[in-house]
C-alpha cells in the first residue's frame, strides 16, 4: 500500500512539475542588428538553450561570457547548446553592446532587453543572471553572479537534460 501511494505522489508531482514549468513569456526584443525577435519563438532544434542577461558595464557579466567563449565550440560540439546573450543596457547604451560584443569576439546571439522586462518575467535580480531551458523551451534551472568556474555548472545543466531523453 505504501509503495502504491508512493508512486501515486511521484506520479502527481512529475505532472505538476511539468505543468508549473515556466515557459519562455511572449515578449519581444530585438537582436544587435535590430530585427525583432520574440522570446517565445527562441529554440534551437529540440536541444538545450541557455540565456545569459548581462550589461557591458557588468565586468563579472563579461568574465562569464568570457570563460564561455573559451569552451562554447566544444560544448557545442558536444551537446548542441546554444547560449543566447541579453544585454539589458539602457537604451542610451545600447550603442556600446554590439563594439563590446565584436571586442570580445563573442559568437553568440545577443538580444537588447533595454528595459530588464525579460529578466524581470525570470526572477533575476542581479546580474550576471543565467537561465537554462529544455528542448522544449521550459525554464529548468535559475543562477545569479559569476565566480570562476561557475560555467561548468551550466553545462552540467545541459548534460543532465541530456542525459533524462
Same mark, same amino acid.
Given at each position: ?8 505522489? %511521484?506520479? %502527481? ?5 511539468? &505543468?508549473? &514549468?515556466? !515557459?519562455?513569456? $511572449?515578449?519581444? %526584443? ?8 520574440? #522570446? ?11 540565456? /545569459?542577461?548581462? +550589461?557591458?558595464?557588468? !565586468? @563579472?557579466?563579461?568574465?562569464?561570457? *568570457?570563460?564561455? &567563449?573559451? #569552451? ?8 548542441? #547548446?546554444?547560449?543566447? &546573450?541579453?544585454?539589458? *543596457?539602457? +537604451? ?6 554590439? @563594439?563590446?560584443? /565584436? ?5 553568440? *546571439?545577443?538580444?537588447?532587453? @533595454? ?12 546580474? @550576471? ?6 528542448? $522544449? ?12 568556474? +561557475? ?5 552540467? !545543466?545541459?548534460?543532465? %537534460?541530456? +542525459?533524462?531523453?
Amino acid at each position: 500500500m505504501k509503495r502504491i501511494l508512493f508512486s501515486a505522489a %511521484l506520479l %502527481l508531482l512529475t505532472f505538476l512539475g511539468e &505543468a508549473m &514549468a515556466q !515557459k519562455l513569456p $511572449q515578449i519581444t %526584443l530585438k537582436d544587435i542588428s535590430g530585427k525583432s525577435v520574440r #522570446v517565445d519563438t527562441l529554440a534551437n532544434d529540440g536541444k538545450p538553450f541557455i540565456i /545569459d542577461f548581462f +550589461a557591458t558595464w557588468c !565586468k @563579472p557579466c563579461n568574465r562569464e561570457l *568570457d570563460a564561455i &567563449a573559451e #569552451v562554447y565550440e566544444e560544448w557545442q560540439e558536444e551537446t548542441g #547548446v546554444k547560449l543566447f &546573450a541579453v544585454s539589458i *543596457d539602457r +537604451a542610451q547604451n545600447m550603442n556600446k553592446v554590439k @563594439p563590446l560584443v /565584436d571586442n570580445h569576439g563573442w559568437t553568440y *546571439d545577443v538580444l537588447l532587453d @533595454p528595459n530588464s522586462e525579460l529578466r524581470r518575467t525570470f526572477g533575476g535580480e542581479l546580474i @550576471p543572471y543565467v537561465v537554462v531551458c529544455d528542448g $522544449q523551451g521550459n525554464v529548468v534551472y535559475k543562477h545569479n553572479g559569476y565566480t570562476d568556474g +561557475a560555467e561548468e555548472e551550466l553545462i552540467e !545543466k545541459v548534460r543532465e %537534460l541530456l +542525459a533524462e531523453k
